[in-house]
């Protein structure tokens, strides 16, 4: 005894487009959760709002969205830096995390500039760093999380 299935192409083009636009759904509440956990303007005595206003998702292949931050110290509010950093970075439930194969400084770090200066006596500053404030880890996260459960409707 023999049993085929076959799906009919209209079928095949109808669950892709389903799972497309799911997946499009994931991608956008990602990159909602990415905002939330970044400061805003005049949330911190740092903040700008640069990092926030940058973050963006794409669509970058078949079946494939991409997180971006393209500002420089994104790395360093999502991995910490120094030893606070190393203490603090590491998101276990994050399979795949990148963190424990960083490099951060030990706690001392050379300073050879000041106000845009070039020092003549370079100095070491000891500092402990800053911890983690992961943003693009936890969003990726969501949007697998909120993926999987448009799946299950």
Known sequence: MELKIKLDPKQIATLRQSLEDKLEVAAVKGWE?????????????????????????????????????????????????????????????????PQPLMSYHTGEVLVTRSRGEILDEPYIRHTQGMEAQPFMRPALLEAIKVFKELLQK
Do not use: W
């Open 33 to 97: 959760k990415a905002v939330a956990l970044t400061p805003a303007a005049g949330q911190t005595p740092y903040s700008t709002g640069r990092l926030r206003q940058s973050l963006r998702y794409q669509k970058t292949g078949d079946m494939e969205y991409t997180f971006f931050c393209p500002v420089p110290h994104g790395i360093y509010l999502e991995f910490g830096t120094g030893p606070r950093g190393k203490a603090t970075g590491a998101m276990p439930e994050f399979e795949n995390d």
